[in-house]
């Protein structure tokens, strides 16, 4: 496709489950970003992948969340033993190259529901 | 560390009116700046940024904003709104000698506009 892809588009799990959401970035991006959106807050920056350079994971928030990529291709961000404060829109952007001047393309996002 | 703060939550206009969506950074470093507009049930869209140069900078759907170094701020401007500009917009930065494009976002501002 054209764009960044996420799947599934909505997702409600049990509390304690293990949870995966997929991105698949625009072809040829070599950067990819997972960002988190709480209800009423603003997006939250989680991890950063860069061709094969180290991943930064600065901005995962606790040892539940995960990521991988391969190469430059699809991603997944995985989030285990969910709790209730996990529900958010999980947004993935992928950019062709790195750098802070590059324009970041975003997905559509996975709303994810802990209950 | 660099901080947003988008200073209206919600912004009510009619349509036609002008209208001004306030942004805010903190940064001890050099910054870019960005807009981005999610329309509903879509995934973010740039509508312009700041990069270096002048200081007023011109984005798609007849959007501006200007760059303000001494009093740290982005505003977004448009001089004449439509139904369909009827969005969130979120304001963001990225520290300009990084490497990466990993992006902080201010809250976010619902913008209502009325027949």
């Known amino acids: 496709g054209a764009g960044v892809s996420q799947s599934p588009s909505n997702k409600v799990t049990e509390k304690g489950k293990d949870v995966e959401l997929r991105c698949d970035p625009i072809s040829g991006h070599t950067a990819l970003y997972w960002y988190r959106q709480r209800l009423g807050q603003g997006l939250e920056f989680l991890i950063y992948f860069q061709g094969n350079s180290a991943p930064d994971k600065s901005g995962l928030p606790s040892d539940r969340f995960s990521a991988e990529r391969t190469g430059e291709s699809v991603s997944t961000l995985t989030i285990q033993r969910t709790q209730q404060e996990d529900s958010a829109v999980y947004l993935c952007a992928s950019s062709l190259v790195w750098g802070a001047h590059t324009e970041a393309f975003f997905g559509q996002g996975t709303r994810l529901t802990v209950v | ?115």
């Open chain 2, 1 to 115: 560390a660099q901080s947003v703060t988008q200073l209206d939550s919600q912004v009510p206009v009619f349509e036609e009116a002008p209208v001004e969506l306030r942004c805010n950074y903190s940064s001890s470093v050099s910054v870019y700046l960005f807009w981005y507009v999610q329309y509903p049930n879509q995934g973010l869209q740039l509508l312009l940024k700041y990069l270096s140069g002048s200081t007023l900078v011109k984005g798609i759907n007849g959007f501006e904003a200007e760059f303000n170094k001494s009093q740290t701020s982005f505003h977004l401007r448009k001089p004449s709104v439509h139904i369909s500009d009827t969005a969130e917009y979120f304001c963001a930065v990225s520290e300009s000698s990084g490497n990466t494009g990993k992006l902080i976002f201010g809250q976010g501002t619902t913008l209502q506009v009325k027949p």
